[in-house]
């Protein structure tokens, strides 16, 4: 038996002292700042390591768990992996993650001040300081939950270890310090055994501690209430029991076997040592719950099979005879009934007095029929807050009104059948918010916040709002990391597809990640629903279904989530908060509405977190109608495809409309130089932004906050995994070297979208943004496919859209087509005219564009007079001549037709 104090393994043998104590106390206090400063990515990311080692089976410390504990603690082997299973669940990001968010509200709480809406103005959450645990030793699991939830707050732990259990501690405390880079959440902990109710060692605990977390019974809680010190925090949690209620007729519709084998499952779980492990069951009707008792005692005879019972001490046993006796004695009297599986496998006691009365454990149930599961609150009602959890297989209905009685007498948790031994994240534990115990709530507020200066979720311009992208890069790609690797199993471990196609590739790094292959829009079209399967990791039975595809091509469908669907738009509304949008703003929503369409669903959802007002009018409606609608309703700003944008200018230029616009958000196609200058001049448009970076395939990739123009984007880097790579190659490129961009979206999970092709191309940008952000970020180079090869030089549409604005009487819709004259490459420049220009003018707009191209471009020149193309070709044609994706509106900008 040895202790752990503060990273090391302590073997003396000598009794703690409380001098000895006082020194541990010490040191304890001094680690505090240092401790409370450590950032969550950096803990949840330690933590989810230990959760991915201790998930192998091969895992050294595992295996000594398994060697040891059963003889130790009483518990099988496969009870003792059970336990495991539970911590690693434990342990992982979104388990952690979603504690946090359900206890505390906001999980950034712990990082940093936090704007709340209803408070108007900012809060925080501390860490109370030195935390001790006295551990129970009935679910050896328990402990050491309780030292996660201590990490996770940032506190400094310390824990009595239970006699039954000084192993399973010290196995997880060696496992933390392996995997804690910087070693202070590992030196940050003590793991200590002493004499429960030693008054030297206890006193010094009650008063040098900042809190006291209790597990026991009501002699440990009470003792532990003595002599508290001043300034010293109790957090009890005492003696709890819990029952099962079922319903007669919900036990028919649901299948007896099946509820059978759900509540023997309960029972099995921990051999009914948690508070949460159930004692009686109550049943209506003595002919059902006849019934029910054969079919448990089936169930119980498989789950020994699957999880065996552990060893049984000669008192439990004698405890377990006893039970068994007075059946036999009740059922000669005919008022009860006994069944058991031989030995002190378990048993059944089916008793007609209705009375709530505890098992002596061990697989033992206690049976009662009922007239009316009503008539189980007034029976239960002096055990009052003694009750945990209460297991109801009810109707619905039945089982809202059943949990507000059995909640208002006292009782903390209300579950299904099956649900009792493994507590749900981010239930509240015994009546509290389990984590929220753990820390202390600090408050700023500030006039301007009341104000409402930070009312939208994304007006909050500093690392207050959105901490992440402050935290250094480090910091913040150790998050990414373990959220990638974490992403990825889990995907793999779901969908059909990439289990087969990720088959004996072994995770633990990026350069791991790197062997896997790339993802296409192939497979969106061949492995999803309707047309294939394979890919999805459930059954999309809800959620949303969009249809993608682009500008040409089968459409591909696309699958998320509320969950995902909501979580991408916050992005986008946070790329539209920073870079143009913001209260005052009132924006037409111009995007295209209909048809499974994505982007106007999703940009609606993301205006809504800027503080704008939104006027949802669609980019699909004649455009007299758009015109109507955006000044009578006093539209200041529009987001949009660039393609609607210029014909709402052209038709305002025709039409001599008095419309004037001050910012736009555009995405989807290019928007060139000069078109913007078009577009100011006719619409007064003065802040051009972005709608960011993003694809209805994978979500928002990138965000412009103010500083970045043109096609440099910050990469979300909380929701993707952006690689850049060598087109040939598929090696990472350096900084400002072009690669094609690679995706690998870290939250969506029911449609996975890993190592994701985009199609387009980018490079990083050095340097550090002046807003100080520190999420990469790169510059947008395109589409892949929008560089047109033409007799072995590459065109750039941006190259031929200068030429085009430098034309007087030429609009701003142009195609590039690519074709063979005969052998040779030949350039299709298809330009539309302006509004006001004749039909008779194009031959002349046709001959001067050409002579531009030629004078600008040395590529289309060079090639010309050498003869290695055909004559570039120009066809000007009239507005709206260049055909239109009839669902999108957008304009394929290079077509190749060289077969």
Same mark, same amino acid.
């Given at each position: ?10 073997? &003396? ?13 010490? /040191? ?21 390591? @230990? ?100 990490? @996770? ?33 590992? =030196? ?22 900042? &809190? ?55 029972? @099995? ?15 209506e009707g003595r002919e059902t719950a006849e019934r029910l008792m054969a079919a448990l005692g089936a169930a119980l005879t498989c789950w020994a099979e699957e999880i065996p019972p552990g060893a049984i001490s000669g008192d439990a046993a004698v405890e377990i005879d006893k039970v068994r006796e007075l059946a036999k004695v009740e059922r000669a009297m005919g008022v009860g009934d006994l069944l058991h599986g031989g030995g002190a496998g378990w048993t059944l006691a089916l008793r007609d007095d209705p009375e709530f009365e505890t098992s002596c454990q061990h697989r033992t149930l206690i049976i ?60 509240? $534990? ?8 753990? @820390? ?7 006039? /301007?916040?009341?104000?409402?200066? *930070? ?57 791991? !990640? ?30 949303? !279904? ?75 409606l004649p455009m007299e109608q758009i015109v109507e609608q955006l000044t009578g309703y006093g539209a200041t700003a529009i987001i949009t495809i660039p393609s609607v944008l210029l014909s709402l200018a052209e038709y305002v230029e025709a039409h001599g409309v008095a419309l004037r616009i001050d910012k736009v958000a555009t995405g989807g196609e290019h928007l060139f130089a000069g078109s913007r200058a078009y577009l100011g001049r006719v619409l007064g448009i003065t802040r051009f932004a972005s709608t960011g970076y993003t694809t209805n395939d994978t979500g928002a990739i990138g965000y412009q906050c103010a500083h970045c123009e043109g096609g440099v984007h910050h990469v979300h880097e909380d ?28 939250? =969506? ?29 790169? *510059? ?20 031929? &859209? ?10 701003? $819709? ?13 350039? !299709? ?71």
């Amino acid at each position: 038996m040895h202790n752990y104090i503060h990273g090391e393994i302590d073997h &003396a043998e000598a009794p703690l002292t409380g001098a000895r104590l006082e020194a541990i106390l010490s /040191r304890a206090h001094a680690m505090k700042a240092r401790v409370a400063a450590t950032p969550q990515g950096y803990l949840l990311d330690l933590l989810d390591r @230990v959760a991915r080692a201790w998930s192998a089976p091969d895992y050294p410390y595992r295996v000594e768990a398994l060697r040891q504990l059963p003889a130790r603690i009483g518990f099988s082997p496969a009870m003792i992996e059970a336990g495991v299973e539970v911590m690693v669940d434990l342990l992982r990001r979104e388990s952690l993650l979603t504690r946090l968010g359900c206890d505390l509200g906001d999980a950034r709480m712990l990082d940093d001040w936090v704007f709340d809406a209803r408070f108007q103005g900012l809060v925080k959450a501390q860490p109370l300081g030195v935390l001790a645990h006295v551990s129970a030793g009935n679910v050896f699991v328990g402990g050491v939950d309780s030292l996660i939830q201590g990490i @996770v707050t940032r506190n400094v732990n310390l824990m009595k270890m239970s006699s039954v259990d000084p192993i399973f501690p010290v196995l997880f405390a060696s496992s933390l310090r392996d995997h804690d880079q910087r070693g202070d959440i590992a =030196r940050a902990l003590a793991l200590l055994t002493w004499k429960g109710g030693d008054q030297g060692v206890e006193r010094v605990l009650k008063r040098d501690c900042n &809190a006291i977390v209790v597990y026991g019974g009501a002699d440990t809680i009470r003792s532990y209430r003595r002599d508290l010190g001043l300034h010293t925090r109790l957090i009890e949690y005492g003696p709890k029991y819990s029952f099962v209620m079922v319903a007669a007729d919900a036990l028919e519709r649901r299948g007896l076997s099946a509820c059978a084998r759900l509540i023997a499952r309960d029972a @099995v779980m921990w051999e009914q040592s948690a508070c949460s492990s159930p004692h009686v069951v109550y049943v209506e009707g003595r002919e059902t719950a006849e019934r029910l008792m054969a079919a448990l005692g089936a169930a119980l005879t498989c789950w020994a099979e699957e999880i065996p019972p552990g060893a049984i001490s000669g008192d439990a046993a004698v405890e377990i005879d006893k039970v068994r006796e007075l059946a036999k004695v009740e059922r000669a009297m005919g008022v009860g009934d006994l069944l058991h599986g031989g030995g002190a496998g378990w048993t059944l006691a089916l008793r007609d007095d209705p009375e709530f009365e505890t098992s002596c454990q061990h697989r033992t149930l206690i049976i009662k029929p009922v007239d009316r599961l009503e008539s189980v609150i007034e029976r239960v009602a002096p055990m009052g807050e003694y009750i945990q959890t209460v297991a109801l297989l009810t109707d619905e209905a039945r089982a809202r009104r059943l949990g507000r009685a059995l909640s208002a007498l006292g009782a903390d948790r209300m579950v299904e059948i099956g649900r009792m031994a493994v507590r749900k994240h981010g239930t509240p $534990h015994d009546g509290t918010r389990g984590l929220a115990t753990l @820390v202390r709530w600090t408050s700023l507020a500030r006039d /301007r916040l009341e104000q409402g200066a *930070e009312s939208a979720p994304w007006r909050r311009l500093d690392d207050s709002g959105d901490s992440f992208d402050f935290l250094p890069d480090a910091e913040r790609d150790a998050q990414t990391r373990s959220r990638l690797l974490q992403v990825i199993e889990d995907c793999r471990q779901g969908s059909p597809l990439l289990r087969e196609r990720y088959a004996g590739i072994a995770l633990s790094g990026l350069d791991d !990640v790197r062997r896997l292959p790339l993802m296409s829009g192939e497979d969106y079209k061949q492995h999803l629903p309707p047309r294939g399967d394979g890919l999805l990791t459930a059954g999309a039975s809800d959620g949303y !279904v969009f249809s993608s595809g682009g500008t040409t091509g089968a459409p591909k469908l696309v699958y998320r989530t509320v969950a995902e669907q909501h979580a991408n738009a916050l992005r986008l509304g946070k790329g539209l908060a920073l870079s143009v949008f913001g209260p005052g703003d009132v924006v037409a929503n111009l995007l295209f509405a209909g048809s499974m369409w994505a982007s106007f669903v999703s940009y609606n959802q993301a205006l809504e977190v800027t503080g704008c007002r939104i006027l949802p009018i669609s980019g699909n409606l004649p455009m007299e109608q758009i015109v109507e609608q955006l000044t009578g309703y006093g539209a200041t700003a529009i987001i949009t495809i660039p393609s609607v944008l210029l014909s709402l200018a052209e038709y305002v230029e025709a039409h001599g409309v008095a419309l004037r616009i001050d910012k736009v958000a555009t995405g989807g196609e290019h928007l060139f130089a000069g078109s913007r200058a078009y577009l100011g001049r006719v619409l007064g448009i003065t802040r051009f932004a972005s709608t960011g970076y993003t694809t209805n395939d994978t979500g928002a990739i990138g965000y412009q906050c103010a500083h970045c123009e043109g096609g440099v984007h910050h990469v979300h880097e909380d929701l993707h995994h952006v690689e850049l790579l060598h087109p040939e190659t598929l090696t990472p490129v350096g900084p400002g070297e072009i690669g094609k961009v690679v995706v690998t979206n870290l939250q =969506r999970r029911l449609m996975p979208t890993i190592r994701y092709d985009v199609g387009d191309l980018g490079r990083w940008v050095e340097g550090e943004c002046p807003c100080g952000r520190r999420t990469r970020r790169m *510059e947008l180079l395109g589409r892949a496919d929008d560089v047109l090869i033409i007799g072995g030089g590459n065109i750039q549409p941006e190259v031929v &859209a200068a030429a085009i604005a430098a034309v007087p009487g030429l609009g701003a $819709h142009f195609q590039l087509r690519a074709r063979l004259d005969g052998h040779r490459d030949q350039l !299709v420049v298809r330009v539309e005219r302006a509004a006001d220009t004749a039909s008779e003018d194009a031959a002349g707009l046709a001959e001067t564009l050409l002579r531009r191209l030629l004078h600008d471009s040395k590529e289309i020149r060079a090639m010309t007079e050498a003869g290695l193309v055909a004559p570039t070709r120009i066809e000007v044609l009239a507005l709206d001549g260049i055909e239109r994706n009839p669902k999108t509106g957008k304009i394929r900008l290079t077509v190749d037709e060289r077969g």
